[in-house]
Structure formats: C-alpha cells, structure tokens
C-alpha cells in the first residue's frame, strides 16, 4: 500500500488534519513524506496505531512532553509510564474532592467537611537559610515552628524584605486556634496580609520593587494546608517514595507543560528562574492552595531553587530517606548544594511526622 495523503490517514487514525499539523510540529507524530513544493504532508499506514496512541493519550490528559517519551518506549515500558502517570492524576483528584468536600459543607453551612481523625500526631522540624557560594546578600529565609513551615525567596532591589514580611505575615497562625477545616481560609487571608506588606515595601517608586516566592504549610491535627506561589517547592518523602507536591510557576514549566519543552530541556533553559507568578504586592496575585492529610512517618521537605535547581530529586531522595533527624538532613542537603557550587541562596525546611 502507497502513501496517505493527510486526508485519508486522518480518516483513518479518526484524527483531523489540524490535529496531525500539530503533531508534526512537536514531533510526535512526523510524516513519511512531505512534497517540496506544495509542503503537502503523506503518511504511511503503519503510523496509524502511533497517531492512535497519541489521541488516547492526550484524551487521559497526558501533557505533550510526556506523550513523546511514551510513544518511543517499547509496549510493556509504555504501559508502566501509562500506569504511572494515572496514579499519579488518581491522587491529585482525591486531594482536590477533599478540597470540594470541605468548600460544599463550609458555604452549605454546616461546617467542616474536614475532621482530625488522628489528633496524635505532631512534627519535629528544622529550618536553615544560607548565603551559598556566589551571592552577597540572602533573600532566602526559612521558618519552622509547631504548626507552621514556611521558605520564601525574594526578588527586586528590595527581595530581602519582601521575602522576611511574607514570612512574618504568616507567623501569627502560629498562636490562633485554627480547626482544620479553617486552614485554607487563615493562610489564604494571611497570604493576602503578605501581599500588602510588600506593596508597603515597594511603595510607588520602580526602582524599589520587591517580591518573593513563597511556599508554606500550616498544620491542625493530621491536616496541613498548602500555599504555593513562585519556585519555591514542597516535597513529600513517603513510603520511601519522593513526590513533588508543588507546581513551578516559571515561564520554562509553562513550556514544558504546553509540551513545547522537555523536562531534560528545562534544566538548562536559561529563562529556568524567570517566574509567571509571584507576590508582588499589586493585590493580583494567585497562590496554589490545597489540603493534605499526613501520616505518621511522612517527612516534608520545603526549599527555594538555591537547593533544587542543583540537586536532581534522586539524591534528595537519598537523603530524605536518610535516618538522622531533620538538623542532620538539613546539613546533609546543605552540603549537596555547595558540592555543587551554591550559585543562588539556600534555604529549606525539614519536618517529619511522628506520633506523640
């Protein structure tokens, strides 16, 4: 049998030609032959299981990037990245219909949707900001305490303040009496309360612009409410297993995400720290919040890119799975980054959940 036009093989793989067009341009899907002169594309008929493949995947939600790292794995690997990826999207939904739950019952009126089923647990934590081996000023800083871990990383002529009165904006959760269906709301109110003080900061003169990233877990009983905004990150070590619990706000993870980039390509972007998100003390910022719930053993990890720009997730999870206690990890971490030249600041917390 002789070549499709694009046509007839989008007929057949049940796939329009615009869809085909795009494939072509991200490379994954290329086609057998393309006309010099018209630049009309032809495929072959054994591409039509590839371009099948392809529309499943997209269909399942599967970012572009990964769909490409799919398609070339033999079947059996293939499968496995399939199974991989749906777990992982299994998880992210039961956090967000928690979230839906606890916003139906509290705008219902009938309370919390969430309850401290395990008010045994507590955490033991350290926190640590470093200069690093580059810069002359810190901007990083790292809080831990009782029932709130924090690490920000400000930017701008004034991203030392910014980053310390977002922090601090946030340190009054410390002593209130918080049920942990409240959570979300006292960290998004003091989020809010941390964007004013910037916009404090950077008054209306340019050259005294300021922001800060900001990462940030407030704890009640077994649960921990999230806020994300920047670079700064939140990892999870569970069951030996390492799991990123934040997303970048940068403008290279917004590529990676359209598909447009691989994750390989993204570690040596040099935009990699340009951000599409952060607090800026304009009132129009838009933090990531979630709830999680935790588990005695669980240990937590919250850094800015001073740490994890330059140590890959599997010696952090070498680390992490470690059996000192979080000052000794945090030296351990610490030292990972220096070993690699400590270009920006460090800073990081460390929490481990333990029964009482």
Known sequence: ????????????????????????????????AVDGESGYRFYDPTQVERARLIAWLRRLGMPLARIRQVCDL???AAAEQVADYWAQVMADTAVREQLATFLVDYLSGRGSAV?????????????????GLVRTS???????GARLLAVADGGGPGGNLASV??????????????????????????????????QDITGSAPSSEAITTLTAMLWSGSQLALVHIGDTRAYLLR??????????????????????????????HPQRALLVRALTGMGQSQPDLSLHTALAGD????????????????????VL????????????????????????????????????
Not at 23 to 31: A, F, H, I, V
Not at 116 to 127: K, P
Not at 170 to 198: F, H, R, S
Not at 340 to 350: E, F, R
Request: overall charge negative; some cysteine.
């Open 1 to 32: 049998m002789g070549l499709l036009t694009i046509g007839t093989f989008a007929r057949a793989a049940r796939l329009s030609p615009k869809a085909l067009r795009l494939y072509d341009e991200l490379g994954l899907l290329r086609p057998a």
């Open 138 to 144: 810190n901007d990083d800083v790292a809080y831990a």
């Open 165 to 198: 009165a977002a922090v601090d904006a946030l340190k009054p959760l410390e002593t209130k009496a918080i049920p942990a269906g409240d959570l979300l709301g006292a960290l998004a109110d003091a989020v809010g309360q941390a964007d004013l003080a910037i």
């Open 115 to 131: 309850e401290d089923a395990e008010t045994m647990i507590g955490i033991r934590y350290a926190a640590r900001s470093e200069l």
């Open 299 to 318: 240990r937590y990890l919250l850094c800015s890119d001073g740490l994890s720009a330059v140590v890959a997730a599997e010696p952090l999870r070498g």
């Open 239 to 268: 069951d030996g297993e390492i799991f990123q619990i934040t997303h970048d706000h940068t403008y290279v993870q917004s590529l990676v995400d359209q598909g447009r980039l691989s994750e390989e390509e993204a570690v040596s």
């Open 74 to 76: 033999d079947p059996k």
């Open 321 to 356: 799975s470690g059996t000192g206690d979080p000052e000794q990890v945090l030296d351990e971490l610490v030292r990972l980054a220096y070993d690699a030249g400590a270009p920006d600041n460090i800073a990081c917390v460390v929490a481990d959940v333990v029964t009482l």
